[in-house]
Nanobody
Framework: LVQLLESGGGSVQAGGSLRLSCAAV?????????LGWFRQAPGKEREGVAV????????YYADSVKDRFTISQDNAKSTLYLQMNSLKPEDTAMYYC??????????????????WGQGTQVTVSS
């Protein structure tokens, strides 16, 4: 059973920052997996936001968040982080920590989530 526990969402004004955390509680081979975040806003398509290959640190970002969001990890804690700066109202969504499909080379598919957690809400007001 894959268990991913997100935290850190909340409400912030445009231009502000939030940091999301995701603890891989169980069911994940943390050292060799693609982990990251996707988001879903009401009436919009799901969007892969940021993914990291835990075995080598390769990172992948959606164009909409490049240079504003940073994904990182603490292997010792099996925990993933998403630092979100310069937030915009269009970043408002439910954010889900998820595994993502990967190649044997470690390449991660940002548009192919696998197992995800309960999600954490991020709301950005203008």
């Amino acid at each position: 059973l894959v268990q991913l526990l997100e935290s850190g969402g909340g409400s912030v004004q445009a231009g502000g920052s939030l940091r999301l955390s995701c603890a891989a509680v169980s069911g994940v081979a943390y050292s060799t997996v693609c982990l990251g975040w996707f988001r879903q806003a009401p009436g919009k398509e799901r969007e892969g936001v940021a993914v990291i290959y835990t075995g080598g640190g390769g990172t992948y970002y959606a164009d909409s968040v490049k240079d504003r969001f940073t994904i990182s990890q603490d292997n010792a804690k099996s925990t993933l982080y998403l630092q979100m700066n310069s937030l915009k109202p269009e970043d408002t969504a439910m954010y889900y920590c998820s595994t993502f499909a990967r190649r044997s080379t470690g390449y991660c598919y940002i548009d192919a989530p696998g197992f995800w957690g309960q999600g954490t809400q991020v709301t950005v007001s203008s």
